[in-house]
């Protein structure tokens, strides 16, 4: 079964591949975009791979679902397409980082530019119906994602990973914080931000620790 996915995971994420619960993910999958809508394109599913290869991860930030409005989801979580309006919790990101490193609200919600520098931007699950918030939840994803976030842990050093509400920390849970940075707080969305997500400072956090580790900064 061929999966396309940017060779260095492909490299490190092949068992995976092989294991029945991904072949019946595959197939839910496939089934789905042949009879519903859903989002995002095929060709994006893996799109935060693609943008930001094994080697290049320095920052890891744990999304829940894919946008499910029209146009919205390009494969990143949080990020939409350009030209699209910037959802409220993506805007709630870009106050902290202008309240955190005083940078001005960029003029789209188009996180490619963090990819490019090594940020991987993973939802637990990498597909979802239009219109169905979690509809594709507990198909297989979630294990699938539990696997990137475990090689990660396992095979690279000095990763900063931001768990923003209890979904991401449960999913977290086992990451090495002795050879890892680990930032929590509350979510970004307008019902629990400002319950400890404005003021985290997790982004300046992140820069000085991949600074203090011989690692080039995030440009937020």
């Known amino acids: 079964m061929n999966v396309k996915i940017e060779e260095s995971w492909q490299n490190v994420l092949q068992d995976e591949f092989e294991k029945p619960y991904f072949k019946d993910l595959v197939a839910f999958v496939k089934d789905e975009y ?12 893996f799109h935060a791979f693609e943008m930001c ?8 930030i744990l999304g829940q679902d894919p946008y ?8 990143l ?21 202008k309240s955190d490193l005083g940078k001005d609200l960029p003029p789209t919600g188009n996180l490619e530019r963090w990819a490019q520098q090594g940020v991987l931007l993973l939802n637990a699950t990498l597909t979802v119906r239009a219109g169905q918030a979690g509809s594709h939840q507990k198909k297989g994803w979630e294990d699938f994602t539990d696997a990137v976030v475990r090689k990660v842990n396992e095979l690279k050093e000095h990763v900063v990973f931001m768990l923003w509400g209890a979904y991401a920390q449960k999913k977290g849970a086992f990451i090495d914080t002795s050879k890892h940075l680990v930032l929590q707080s509350a979510h970004p969305s307008p019902f629990a931000a400002d319950r400890g997500f404005f003021g985290n400072k997790h982004f300046s956090k992140a820069n000085e620790y991949l600074v203090a580790h011989g690692k080039e900064p995030i440009d937020w």
């Open 68 to 75: 499910h409005g029209p146009n919205q989801a390009n494969g």
């Open 34 to 45: 042949k009879s519903e809508k859903v989002y995002p394109p095929g060709n994006l599913i």
């Open 77 to 97: 979580a949080f990020s939409v397409r350009d030209g699209i309006r910037t959802p409220p919790s993506l805007i709630n990101i870009f106050k902290e980082i």
């Open 53 to 60: 290869p094994f080697e290049d991860v320095k920052v890891v």
